[in-house]
């Protein structure tokens, strides 16, 4: 039993079938990386996943608790966050502040930047977020202002909002897009710490291939919102179903 189960999973859009009996396992403290095609439906089962789209059939658990129905900051709550393809951030704050936030967080979903009583004192806060900064290589720019920053320091920044709900899954859609190499091997090497050292369940959809056998313990490849083969990353170079799906037949 893995901490996210997904089962006979299905979602249409009309006569388009996005994702077609769905069945997935991801295992406690790994990186498991989904890829496929365009139009594979990798982002329509993150968006099941996140509480943006309701399946039509199946089931979706998380360390054994439902997540279908769910709104997503109650998924949130439960310990799911995500990152995703364009960064979400507060542009006319400065990046400390960004990471603040989440820490203000009440049950109900709300942030609220005033209420310490009921969270933690303001210096705590502040410590945590500029520790959460650190870890991702951002102690420099705590004062900037997150609309000034590259594309890269964006991803790594909402990815820094993440981490500071201490998150036991994170859910990361094309973390390196945009970036340039020197950026993408930068926030592979940080993700790579943070997995260790926090020991986050990771479930990565990415098209950069270098993303993806630099970081997966294992890959699922979809097509046509089925799951075609899943295996260790060492077997999915050159196995012929992938082939088949990226190329239109093996080679």
């Keep these: 039993m893995g901490i996210l189960e997904i089962k006979n999973v299905s979602k249409s859009f009309g006569g388009l079938k996005a994702l077609n009996d769905v069945n997935l396992s991801v295992q406690e403290n790994t990186v498991h990386a989904i890829i496929g095609p365009n139009g594979a439906g990798k982002s329509t089962l993150l968006n099941c996943l996140v509480g943006k789209l309701i399946p039509d059939t199946g089931s979706v658990t998380f360390e054994g608790k439902s997540l279908l129905g769910r709104k997503p900051f109650e998924i949130n709550q439960l310990g799911v966050s995500r990152v995703f393809q364009t960064p979400e951030i507060f542009g006319d704050l400065t990046v400390l502040e960004n990471v603040m ?4 967080a009440k049950r109900d979903g709300v942030f609220r930047m005033h209420a ?3 969270v933690l004192r303001e210096a705590e806060i502040r410590e945590k977020a500029e520790s959460v900064l650190s870890d991702m290589g951002m102690a420099d720019k705590l ?3 997150s609309a000034s920053l590259s ?3 964006k991803r790594r920044l909402e990815m820094a909002m993440c981490l500071a709900q201490e998150p036991k899954l994170l859910l990361l859609d094309e973390p390196t897009a945009g970036m340039a190499r020197a950026d993408t091997n930068r926030t592979i090497d940080l993700l790579k710490d943070i997995q260790a050292s926090r020991n986050i369940t990771m479930v990565i959809i990415e098209h950069d291939m270098h993303v993806v ?4 313990e294992r890959i699922t490849v979809m097509a046509q919102g089925t799951p075609i083969v899943e295996d260790v990353p060492e077997n999915i170079k050159g196995h012929p179903k992938v082939q088949e799906a990226y190329l239109g037949g093996a080679h």
Excluded: N, Q, V
């Design 213 to 216: 056998f630099s970081l997966a």
């Design 116 to 118: 310490l009583e009921t």
């Design 101 to 104: 936030i989440p820490c203000f």
């Design 143 to 145: 004062h900037m202002h």
């Design 151 to 153: 594309r890269g320091d």
